[in-house]
């Protein structure tokens, strides 16, 4: 008997099964990390071979090529949680707590996690998500969940910062979508062209083309105009918002947005 849940599409999983099972899989499209409940679960692929058991887990580097082997133990079902480190949300986080990318991770592909008391806290704080699907769990609780592991992985081997912020494949990801979710991040050009694959010259040709203006006078143009709609619609503090819009100062702030629409925003509040 097999069973596997999808707690948030695309991202969070829980599956359990009460045979053996081999899985061939085909191509390991995402970073994961296994979280096992009960039961046996072995990674072999061309250069590794990895099992664990009840309360371990294994990080799984992307783009791979392997087979899983699922087995239960001691009569109990196999149970696992897994959950899939995409990259957008990789991303998000190395802009969120300033991670530096950008360096070639060249070390195992996969990874068994030592186990401390905050992932072990981790990993029974997720255990209630997956019991009782019948509840509606919001997807932005989901990711927090997601984003709380990324940080304590890092919190117990920082040497996974390669590992899990190696951007470094040689295709391009869609700049437009990527821009217009993060823009309001206080990071250099370089960094943005640097996560969304690109030199900094071919960022910046790519830029003009999709936005026909140089990336620092959209940064500034798309920020303050959200400061507006901030201000106008949600009737929010400028001292409220100028931080999390990327300006580093509350007069930088103002002065941008008194030369952009003629008044202080503290004057368009009013």
């Known amino acids: ?47 590794q071979k990895i099992s664990m058991e009840r309360g371990q887990m294994l990080l799984i580097q992307k783009n791979q090529l392997g087979e899983i082997t699922k087995t239960p133990l001691d009569g109990e079902d196999y149970q696992t949680i897994v959950i899939s480190l995409k990259e957008d949300l990789l991303r998000e986080i190395a802009l969120e707590e300033q991670i530096e990318t950008g360096q070639k991770y060249t070390g195992p592909s996969n990874i068994l ?7 072990q806290a981790f990993f029974q704080s997720v255990i209630p998500y997956v019991r009782h699907p019948e509840e509606r769990i919001a997807k932005a609780v989901g990711l927090l969940k997601v984003k709380e592991a990324i940080l304590l992985l890092l919190n117990t081997m920082p040497e996974l910062r390669k590992f899990l912020f190696d951007f470094s494949e040689p295709y391009k990801i869609d700049l437009e979508k990527f821009m217009l979710s993060n823009f309001h991040y206080n990071v ?8 969304t694959g690109r030199s900094l010259a071919g960022f910046k040709r790519d830029f003009q083309k999709i936005f026909t203006m140089a990336p620092r006078q959209w940064l500034l143009e798309r920020r303050l ?46």
């Open 1 to 47: 008997m097999t069973n596997r849940t999808e707690i948030i599409p695309g991202v969070f999983f829980f599956s359990y099964l009460a045979t053996q099972k081999k899985e061939k899989v085909a191509f390991l499209q995402h970073n994961m990390l296994v979280l096992l409940v009960s039961g046996r679960f072995t990674l072999e692929t061309a250069n």
């Open 188 to 195: 250099p050009v370089e960094k943005f062209a640097q996560l």
């Open 113 to 119: 996690i030592p186990g401390n008391d905050f992932l």
């Open 225 to 270: 105009v959200e400061a507006r709609h901030l201000i106008e619609k949600k009737n929010k503090k400028p001292s409220a918002i100028y931080l999390d819009l990327g300006f580093e100062s509350l007069s930088h702030f103002s002065h941008s947005f008194k030369k952009k629409f003629g008044k202080a925003p503290t004057e368009w509040l009013a």
